[in-house]
């Protein structure tokens, strides 16, 4: 795929709901309340706002900047920058690539307790119908031994609209998928949100969320968590936004762009914490315990939690189940949709096959794994290994090595950042090389460090070490190799191809010239 055939955005405004619709993940709506609430409540949104600004936006430039600048997916972007870093882009398409396979399981679980939620079908122990009758969860990880028909047929709904979403290209397909899901998510989830503040106990709820504990700013750990709520939330380090960012046309504001994109995500995330917290208060009151006894995150929250409050919700509670569901399930297909396109498109630039054969073949394979793997009796704990190590050790390990190799090894910040500001409203100034070149680095790194060594304190979730080190060590090592080795394949310059090495001098060139 030539830079001079590459697809582009119709709009602006299609650019940034797709990449609001990417951001806005399951993350948004279970990770962040429980994470503000631990960490001081309405104190973390401090560090939490430093966060956004001190590496999540610049991060979110960096990948535009990239992206824009050498019109094409991670590996072929990378490679135009310095060749040796093409490995840093296949490595961000291996992430891409697991993260899909198991992310779609849990949209599909969504579909179903949407339907389960008009009837309260779970019950009224909403753990055991989860694990035991719902999913058919193993008594511990092992070798496969039973296929979850009801598992297994809204995942192949769910791969069918994405595919179909791709195949229609990013004008007819991407944006306009995101120009109906994102206004319709915030359509609901404000519904949603509206109905939670009625609740008996919302305001015990929304108090415990916002209520400040001033002593948590001193405090190291919260400090963290802040920067990597922001850092997972934003969708930076997976290639996405280097893959939708090449989709621009020549003249877009990168840098406006990155701010409008990364305050519309940290605000749907303050009103998922309101929506929550609200509910959570409710959840509290009827049980007779304090918000700290019923405040989780996860699947905990998703699965086991809201169908226990829709259970006992006075008005309406299959609405509101059904709301919160259906919320769910749109903010998981925008993003699996913007996750699949960076491994179709990478595939693309590199094979030069076209959009309709590449999703067929690339994204046929993605579904064809998620389908036989996951609907299975260990199909939750290959995910919750997956996810965990993907995440710690792919995804924030990937993003710490892209900024110290673009920012020491490479020097090109100020290649990209005279880029970004060709064509943008608002200057990025000195700041933005101090975030990207001291704070973010630092930061990542104390986290790995950090999680290294809890890591080696004690297995994940008790695990046995055999299934850690082939569902967890393995896959997050594995897409390294992987993505070293198939960066040492020798690429094949075909017609109408851009030439690799003009690029790459290019991007030394400082002066901005040929831009």
Same mark, same amino acid.
């Given at each position: 795929?030539?830079?001079?055939?590459?697809?582009?955005?119709?709009?602006?405004?299609?650019?940034?709901?797709?990449?609001?619709?990417?951001?806005?993940?399951?993350?948004?709506?279970?990770?962040?309340?429980?994470?503000?609430?631990?960490?001081?409540?309405?104190?973390?949104?401090?560090?939490?706002?430093?966060?956004?600004?001190?590496?999540?936006?610049?991060?979110?430039?960096?990948?535009?900047?990239?992206?824009?600048?050498?019109?094409?997916?991670?590996?072929?972007?990378?490679?135009?920058?310095?060749?040796?870093?093409?490995?840093?882009?296949?490595?961000?398409?291996?992430?891409?690539?697991?993260?899909?396979?198991?992310?779609?399981?849990?949209?599909?679980?969504?579909?179903?307790?949407?339907?389960?939620?008009?009837?309260?079908?779970?019950?009224?122990?909403?753990?055991?119908?989860?694990?035991?009758?719902?999913?058919q969860v193993a008594e511990?990880?092992?070798?496969?031994?039973?296929?979850?028909?009801?598992?297994?047929?809204?995942?192949?709904?769910?791969?069918?609209?994405?595919?179909?979403?791709?195949?229609?290209?990013?004008?007819?397909? %991407?944006?306009? @998928?995101?120009?109906? *899901?994102?206004? =319709?998510?915030? $359509?609901?989830?404000? +519904?949603?949100?509206?109905? &939670? #503040?009625?609740?008996?106990?919302?305001?015990?709820?929304?108090?415990?969320?916002?209520?400040?504990?001033?002593?948590?700013?001193?405090?190291?750990?919260?400090?963290?968590?802040?920067?990597?709520?922001?850092?997972?939330?934003?969708?930076?380090?997976?290639?996405?936004?280097?893959?939708?960012?090449?989709?621009?046309?020549?003249?877009?504001?990168?840098?406006?762009?990155?701010?409008?994109a990364g305050f519309a995500?940290?605000?749907?995330?303050?009103?998922?914490?309101?929506?929550?917290?609200?509910?959570?208060?409710?959840?509290?009151?009827?049980?007779?315990?304090?918000?700290?006894?019923?405040?989780?995150?996860?699947?905990?929250?998703?699965?086991?939690?809201?169908?226990?409050?829709?259970?006992? %919700?006075?008005? @309406?509670?299959?609405? *509101?189940?059904? =709301?919160?569901? $259906?919320?769910?399930? +749109?903010?998981?297909?925008? &993003? #699996?949709?913007?996750?699949?396109?960076?491994?179709?498109?990478?595939?693309?630039?590199?094979?030069?096959?076209?959009?309709?054969?590449?999703?067929?073949?690339?994204?046929?394979?993605?579904?064809?794994?998620?389908?036989?793997?996951?609907?299975?009796?260990?199909?939750?704990?290959?995910?919750?290994?997956?996810?965990?190590?993907?995440?710690?050790?792919?995804?924030?390990?990937?993003?710490?090595?892209?900024?110290?190799?673009?920012?020491?090894?490479?020097?090109?910040?100020?290649?990209?950042?005279q880029h970004a500001e060709?064509?943008?409203?608002?200057?990025?100034?000195?700041?933005?090389?101090?975030?990207?070149?001291?704070?973010?680095?630092?930061?990542?790194?104390?986290?790995?460090?950090?999680?290294?060594?809890?890591?080696?304190?004690?297995?994940?979730?008790?695990?046995?070490?055999?299934?850690?080190?082939?569902?967890?060590?393995?896959?997050?090592?594995?897409?390294?190799?992987?993505?070293?080795?198939?960066?040492?394949?020798?690429?094949?310059?075909?017609?109408?191809?851009?030439?690799?090495?003009?690029?790459?001098?290019?991007?030394?060139?400082?002066?901005?010239?040929?831009?």
């Amino acid at each position: 795929m030539s830079q001079q055939n590459r697809e582009q955005w119709g709009t602006r405004t299609g650019f940034l709901l797709a990449a609001i619709g990417s951001a806005i993940g399951l993350g948004n709506i279970w990770r962040f309340p429980y994470v503000a609430y631990d960490n001081g409540g309405g104190a973390f949104l401090i560090p939490y706002l430093v966060a956004l600004l001190t590496a999540g936006i610049p991060m979110l430039i960096l990948e535009y900047a990239i992206g824009h600048r050498f019109r094409a997916s991670p590996p072929a972007a990378f490679r135009r920058l310095s060749r040796p870093a093409e490995a840093l882009g296949w490595w961000q398409v291996g992430i891409c690539f697991v993260i899909s396979v198991y992310y779609a399981v849990i949209v599909a679980w969504a579909i179903r307790y949407a339907g389960f939620s008009i009837t309260q079908a779970w019950g009224e122990d909403t753990e055991a119908f989860l694990f035991g009758d719902f999913l058919q969860v193993a008594e511990a990880p092992g070798a496969i031994g039973g296929y979850n028909a009801g598992v297994a047929v809204p995942l192949i709904a769910v791969w069918a609209v994405v595919l179909v979403v791709l195949a229609l290209g990013v004008r007819r397909g %991407i944006e306009w @998928a995101n120009r109906i *899901f994102i206004p =319709l998510l915030t $359509v609901l989830f404000l +519904i949603l949100v509206v109905q &939670s #503040l009625f609740l008996d106990g919302a305001l015990a709820g929304l108090n415990a969320f916002f209520e400040p504990d001033w002593s948590a700013i001193t405090d190291g750990s919260v400090w963290v968590a802040a920067y990597g709520q922001i850092f997972f939330s934003l969708s930076v380090g997976f290639g996405i936004m280097i893959t939708y960012a090449s989709y621009l046309r020549r003249k877009s504001d990168l840098t406006g762009s990155a701010l409008v994109a990364g305050f519309a995500n940290s605000s749907f995330e303050l009103l998922a914490g309101i929506g929550v917290f609200a509910t959570l208060g409710f959840m509290a009151a009827a049980a007779g315990v304090p918000i700290s006894e019923v405040a989780t995150d996860g699947l905990g929250l998703a699965f086991v939690a809201f169908p226990q409050i829709i259970n006992n %919700i006075p008005f @309406a509670p299959g609405l *509101f189940g059904l =709301l919160f569901f $259906v919320s769910l399930v +749109i903010a998981g297909l925008t &993003s #699996l949709v913007s996750i699949v396109e960076v491994v179709i498109s990478s595939v693309r630039d590199r094979t030069g096959l076209g959009r309709m054969p590449a999703v067929l073949i690339v994204g046929g394979l993605i579904a064809v794994v998620s389908i036989v793997v996951f609907p299975t009796d260990q199909g939750l704990y290959l995910l919750d290994a997956a996810d965990h190590f993907i995440n710690q050790y792919g995804i924030a390990l990937a993003g710490l090595v892209i900024v110290v190799v673009v920012a020491w090894a490479l020097r090109r910040l100020p290649m990209l950042r005279q880029h970004a500001e060709s064509t943008s409203t608002v200057p990025l100034r000195v700041w933005w090389a101090i975030a990207l070149g001291v704070i973010t680095p630092v930061v990542l790194g104390w986290m790995m460090w950090d999680s290294l060594q809890a890591e080696f304190a004690q297995n994940y979730e008790d695990y046995p070490t055999w299934f850690l080190n082939s569902a967890g060590w393995g896959v997050a090592i594995g897409v390294i190799v992987i993505a070293v080795l198939v960066s040492l394949i020798p690429w094949k310059r075909r017609a109408g191809d851009a030439d690799d090495s003009n690029v790459t001098v290019a991007a030394v060139d400082d002066s901005g010239k040929g831009q």
